[in-house]
């Protein structure tokens, strides 16, 4: 089964400082790999998803992820934290194994102190 | 992108009643998948709602307390029955972007409150 850790329940960053949010993914074969971002009130928005075609993906709002296979990992980052930034981030996995369900991570709150 | 919207956004209920969330997306789909947030958790898949024959429970849902209707391609409802304060959560209904992709897109979500 495939499964997604997020490393950090709360991250804190002053705005224009840099933001990594980590991942490590659980999976036997190549995975398909997701951010999503949740403002308060507000529903999931997509900000980057990993397919094997490049191992760094851009995403919007500045955003990007690196898959690292030999690490297991796919972490968030942006070069410069801005206060609208601050929302709950999801790192999901589609299960193949399952008919491609979403598996989310647990979470991660990134607070922008200014 | 998507536009999916759900009705109602919140809601405040009695233990005991049901509450039906409506959930209208943009193009015609065969899976509807319904999700539910717990306060201060992630989202936890609720059951995939297809077109044309019975929703697909996961471990842990049953139809007697969550019954799904898929009328069209374009329409969901999830129904909460016999509420209590457990079930207050936010439930996301979501599609995905196309009939070859597992990317989905997510509606704004239903924000339930039982007391």
């Known amino acids: 089964a495939q499964s997604v850790t997020q490393l950090d329940s709360h991250v804190s960053v002053s705005e224009g400082t840099p933001v990594l949010l980590r991942c490590n993914y659980s999976?036997?074969?190549?995975?398909?790999l997701f951010w999503y971002v949740q403002h308060p009130n507000k529903g999931l928005q997509l900000l980057l998803k990993y397919t094997s075609a490049a191992t760094l993906v851009k995403g919007i709002n500045g955003f990007e992820a690196e898959f690292k296979k030999s690490e297991t990992s796919f972490h968030l980052t942006k070069p410069s934290a801005h206060m609208s930034d601050a929302a709950e981030y999801f790192c999901?996995?589609?299960?193949?194994?399952?008919?491609?369900?979403?598996?989310f991570g647990s979470g991660t709150r990134l607070l922008v102190r200014p | 992108s998507a536009v999916i919207s759900q009705k109602p956004s919140r809601d405040i209920c009695q233990r005991g009643t049901s509450l039906t969330i409506q959930c209208q997306v943009d193009?015609?789909?065969?899976?509807m998948f319904w999700y539910r947030q717990q306060p201060g958790q992630s989202l936890t898949l609720i059951a995939t709602a297809n077109q044309g024959s019975e929703a697909t429970y996961e471990s842990g849902f049953v139809i007697d307390k969550f019954p799904i209707s898929r009328p069209n391609l374009t329409f969901s409802t999830l129904t909460v029955s016999n509420m209590s304060p457990e079930d207050s959560s936010i439930y996301l209904c979501?599609?995905?972007?196309?009939?070859?992709?597992?990317?989905?897109?997510f509606g704004p979500g239903t924000r339930l409150t039982v007391l």
């Open positions: 999901v996995v589609s299960d193949r194994d399952s008919s491609y369900k979403l598996i």
């Open positions: 193009s015609q789909v065969t899976m």
């Open positions: 999976s036997s074969y190549s995975p398909s």
């Open positions: 979501s599609r995905r972007a196309g009939p070859s992709t597992d990317t989905q897109y």
